[in-house]
Nanobody, 122 residues
Framework: QVQLVESGGGLVQAGGSLRLSCAAS????????MGWYRQVPGKQRELVAS???????NYADSVKGRFTISRDTAKNTVYLQMNSLKPEDTAVYYC????????????????WGQGTQVTVSS
C-alpha cells in the first residue's frame, strides 16, 4: 500500500499562485503515474493534471497554460504549480498514484491522498 501526503493548499487571491506537493511512501512499490484531481461539493472529482513515469503530461483544458505538473522520481514526489489562479479553481485537490508491487509484480493499484483545500478569492 502506498501512502500519499499532500501539502501546499491554502487561501490566495485571484491571479496568485500556489504550489501543491504530494509525497508517496511505502514499501516494494513502483509508481507508474501520478496525478492531481479536484472536487467541489456536489460535483464529480475531475482530473486536473497527470504525469507518467516517463514524464508525459496531461492537463484539463481549464488549466492548460496556468498549471504545471512535475515529478521528482527519486523522492516519489509530484508537484502542481498553479499560477494565475481563478475563483473557479477553488476545490479540494487530491493526489493520486497508480503503482505496482515489485515483489508480486501485480500492477494496477491506486491510492489517494487525504486532500488539500485550495480557495481562490475574487
Amino acid at each position: 500500500q502506498v501512502q500519499l501526503v499532500e501539502s501546499g493548499g491554502g487561501l490566495v487571491q485571484a491571479g496568485g499562485s500556489l504550489r501543491l506537493s504530494c509525497a508517496a511512501s511505502g514499501s516494494s512499490f513502483s509508481i507508474n503515474a501520478m496525478g492531481w484531481y479536484r472536487q467541489v461539493p456536489g460535483k464529480q472529482r475531475e482530473l486536473v493534471a497527470s504525469i507518467t513515469n516517463g514524464g508525459s503530461t496531461n492537463y484539463a483544458d481549464s488549466v492548460k497554460g496556468r498549471f504545471t505538473i512535475s515529478r521528482d522520481t527519486a523522492k516519489n514526489t509530484v508537484y502542481l504549480q498553479m499560477n494565475s489562479l481563478k475563483p473557479e479553481d477553488t476545490a479540494v485537490y487530491y493526489c493520486n498514484a497508480n503503482y505496482g508491487n515489485i515483489k508480486t509484480m501485480i500492477r494496477g493499484y491506486s491510492s489517494w491522498g487525504q486532500g488539500t483545500q485550495v480557495t481562490v478569492s475574487s
